[in-house]
């Protein structure tokens, strides 16, 4: 097969900009290879964000879906302005949108998932065709549509030298995800650790008045004592004791949490702080202790990429508190970790355009490998 020219947008659960990567596909399956052409980040404005997090009704859906189709359209014509390419010249658009909510077969009678950013907008103002909706088709057999990228991790960063080597891919958003790929797909562990950035972002923009959207640098989080009973509160949240598979979204750790989190101890803000850094820490690595280790003794290293691998003190708690394994950047392996969730729905959207089922059955529980997505033409 060819190579494809295709880009890849979202907005993850962090809520903070519309990202789009431009890749060039050649293959498909277990040939497929990616390269990155282009990256962009476009910053959403705070009235955009508040509105996202905000009590929600059909007619302010309505308008989002809408409205956040034209953010990621934008976006995409960002990232080929920017590699000098026409749009003439792209094979597809995969737009993972913006999740507003998500219920996996453990959360809901009724499994569903919903994601905004309307691909027929996206379509019309890039004149390009565009697959979408990536989640539900693998929820329609039974799976949790979450997580997505161990796809991508085990199609792209697998350790094609070394067959008996084992990787771990630690994806640091909103919410926390996990990938443990060796030579063969069935083999893959994956799951949603819990949370990673969402309940940090939160608390940063409550003790800032919205002037901050995250704990930048870990200045706020590193001024602050970690509260042990809170903690302990924390980490017996029901998420972290559920067996793989399972997926997370802010049903779980989103602005409930955070109130609840908040009403603790609003006068010592930092100390919140500090304590919502500890249990990121902790649920990840509990999670690596818990499900990973056992059956993976003998990792080649933890490849970190997301938002938090931008929070140098998260970064290092992780790295002692996961230590001997060895924790690094995504960077190391030569592809920018900030364009790797961009970089995972240009692929998906070539797999959908090949007719090739990317959904890995271990990661959400479906029942059979599917296709993804749906085309906007």
């Known amino acids: 097969m060819p190579p494809r020219l295709c880009v890849g947008v979202l907005s993850g659960t962090s809520v903070d900009a519309a990202e789009a990567a431009l890749c060039r596909v050649e293959g498909t ?7 990155l052409v ?28 809408f409205e956040l ?6 976006a995409v014509l960002a990232v080929l302005a920017r590699a000098g390419v026409a749009p ?34 996206i379509a019309e103002r890039t004149g390009l065709p565009v697959v979408s909706d990536f989640r539900t088709r693998d929820m329609a057999v039974g799976g949790q549509g979450a997580p997505l990228v ?12 070394r067959p008996d080597a084992t990787r771990a891919f630690l994806n640091l958003g909103g919410i926390g995800n996990l990938s443990v790929v060796g030579a063969r797909m069935e083999d893959t562990l994956a799951f949603d650790t819990g949370p990673a950035n969402m309940v940090l972002d939160g608390l940063a923009r409550r003790m800032t008045d919205g002037r901050l959207g995250c704990d930048r640098d870990g200045s706020l989080s590193s001024r602050g004592q970690v509260l042990p009973a809170l903690l302990e ?33 609003p006068e ?83 797999e959908h355009r090949a007719g090739t089922p990317a959904n890995v059955c271990p ?7 599917v296709v993804l997505g749906k085309l906007t033409p």
């Open 29 to 35: 399956g277990s040939d497929v290879t990616l390269q």
């Open 38 to 65: 282009a990256h962009v980040s476009r910053p959403f404005a705070p009235d955009l964000i508040a509105r996202v997090l905000g009590p929600q009704d059909a007619r302010s859906l309505c308008a989002l879906n």
């Open 69 to 74: 189709g034209e953010q990621f359209a934008e």
């Open 88 to 121: 003439g010249d792209v094979h597809v658009v995969g737009s993972h949108g913006q999740t507003m909510a998500h219920l996996p077969p453990d959360l809901s009678s009724t499994p569903s998932t919903l994601q905004l950013g309307e691909a027929s907008v």
């Open 150 to 161: 161990p796809y991508l991790d085990w199609a792209v960063f697998r350790n094609r030298e």
């Open 233 to 265: 509160e924390l980490l017996a949240h029901p998420f972290l004791a559920r067996p793989p598979p399972r997926s997370a979204g802010r049903e779980g750790f989103g602005e409930a949490l955070v109130e609840r989190i908040w009403a603790a101890a």
């Open 268 to 350: 010592r803000p930092h100390d919140l702080m500090a304590t919502a850094r500890a249990f990121t820490v902790e649920a990840t690595a509990r999670a690596f202790e818990t499900w990973v280790y056992p059956r993976f003794p003998h990792l080649e290293a933890v490849y970190a990429s997301g938002g938090g691998t931008r929070n140098p003190a998260l970064m290092e708690d992780l790295r002692a508190r996961l230590a001997p394994v060895p924790l690094e950047r995504l960077d190391v392996l030569g592809f920018p970790e900030e364009a790797k969730e961009a970089a995972l729905f240009a692929l998906l959207a070539a």
């Open 363 to 369: 990661a959400t529980g479906a029942r059979r490998r």
